[in-house]
């Protein structure tokens, strides 16, 4: 890798669902209230499958992914949003697939870094009620019913994580990543947090309180890393995924055209 990059296979251009229309979903909402007739959930497994199916058909052949995480508030004017962009071209221009949540904000800037340079834009966007209008530099998107389904692809696809300030759902993502690490259900793959100012506070807590108290350790915390520096962000990504996990964490994957697949992803 000489020329300090990551090679990888194309990804499709085919799309999902359309966009706004009737995305509006109450069976996730149901399937929470408690036990439902026998029927009911051998139909929402049955729901739940498809959604995963879908999601590996999808993102099956893209290779080395980042994850980008933040907010879906941030216009186009804000510091963050210039940031994340900034990231997604770096991240691009590294070899890796920018992936995200595919919505506007945060996920619309690091989608539209990767497109400036020719990168792979993909996202995995959620049925909400809210928020949902897509961003416009996507090569690829898949729209999933569930909440879990979608954070798994966005972790199973990834061998990094970026996350930019945001609200309930950013809170969710990086700690369940954090979780996964510290728990040995996913590799020590690295996780990067911009926004020193919006973060710091948080940090602080995660040192002061939690690792005096014992609930986590050092080590843990210190595999997050907080700054302000796009640069130092994706060179921090890039190092340790070439050093530590190698690009052969995705192993070459041979389309089979039984299932209708090519190089660019499913026919759908």
Same mark, same amino acid.
């Given at each position: 890798?000489?020329?300090? =990059?990551?090679?990888?296979?194309?990804? =499709?251009?085919?799309?999902?669902?359309?966009?706004?229309?009737?995305?509006?979903?109450?069976?996730?909402?149901?399937?929470?209230?408690?036990?439902?007739?026998?029927?009911?959930?051998?139909?929402?497994?049955?729901?739940?499958?498809?959604?995963?199916?879908?999601?590996?058909?999808?993102?099956?052949?893209?290779?080395?992914?980042?994850?980008?995480?933040?907010?879906?508030?941030?216009?186009?004017?804000?510091?963050?949003?210039?940031?994340?962009?900034? +990231?997604?071209?770096?991240?691009?221009?590294?070899? %890796?697939?920018?992936?995200?949540?595919?919505?506007?904000?945060?996920?619309?800037?690091?989608?539209?870094?990767?497109?400036?340079?020719?990168?792979?834009?993909?996202?995995?966007?959620?049925?909400?009620?809210?928020?949902?209008?897509?961003?416009?530099?996507?090569?690829?998107?898949?729209?999933?019913?569930?909440?879990?389904?979608?954070?798994?692809?966005?972790?199973?696809?990834?061998?990094? %994580?970026? +996350?930019?300030?945001?609200? %309930?759902?950013?809170?969710?993502?990086?700690?369940?990543?954090?979780?996964?690490?510290?728990?040995?259900?996913?590799?020590?793959?690295?996780?990067?947090?911009?926004?020193?100012?919006?973060?710091?506070?948080?940090?602080? %807590?995660?040192?002061?309180?939690?690792?005096?108290?014992?609930?986590?350790?050092?080590?843990?915390?210190?595999?997050?890393?907080?700054?302000?520096?796009?640069?130092?962000?994706?060179?921090?990504?890039?190092?340790? +995924?070439?050093?530590?996990?190698?690009?052969?964490?995705?192993?070459?994957?041979?389309?089979?055209? +039984?299932?209708?697949?090519?190089?660019?992803?499913?026919?759908?």
């Amino acid at each position: 890798m000489n020329d300090g =990059s990551l090679p990888g296979p194309v990804p =499709s251009s085919s799309g999902g669902a359309s966009w706004g229309k009737s995305t509006r979903s109450s069976d996730e909402y149901y399937w929470l209230e408690g036990p439902q007739s026998r029927r009911r959930e051998l139909l929402r497994l049955v729901r739940i499958l498809y959604d995963f199916i879908k999601g590996y058909r999808a993102l099956h052949f893209l290779g080395p992914c980042v994850t980008v995480f933040g907010s879906a508030r941030f216009r186009e004017d804000h510091r963050y949003y210039h940031m994340a962009r900034e +990231v997604g071209r770096l991240l691009a221009q590294k070899g %890796f697939t920018v992936l995200t949540g595919g919505g506007p904000g945060i996920m619309e800037a690091a989608n539209r870094g990767a497109r400036d340079v020719g990168g792979k834009s993909i996202g995995c966007n959620i049925e909400l009620p809210t928020e949902q209008k897509p961003n416009p530099y996507l090569d690829q998107w898949t729209e999933f019913r569930y909440f879990f389904v979608r954070k798994v692809m966005l972790v199973k696809y990834s061998c990094a %994580f970026i +996350v930019f300030p945001g609200g %309930f759902g950013t809170l969710d993502e990086i700690f369940e990543t954090a979780t996964l690490i510290q728990t040995g259900k996913i590799l020590r793959f690295p996780v990067v947090v911009l926004g020193m100012d919006y973060w710091g506070p948080l940090h602080d %807590f995660l040192k002061s309180t939690m690792v005096q108290e014992g609930t986590i350790t050092s080590e843990e915390l210190s595999g997050l890393m907080l700054t302000d520096s796009p640069l130092d962000a994706v060179e921090r990504v890039f190092t340790e +995924v070439t050093t530590n996990f190698g690009i052969k964490a995705w192993p070459a994957m041979c389309p089979s055209w +039984v299932l209708g697949e090519t190089a660019r992803g499913p026919r759908e």
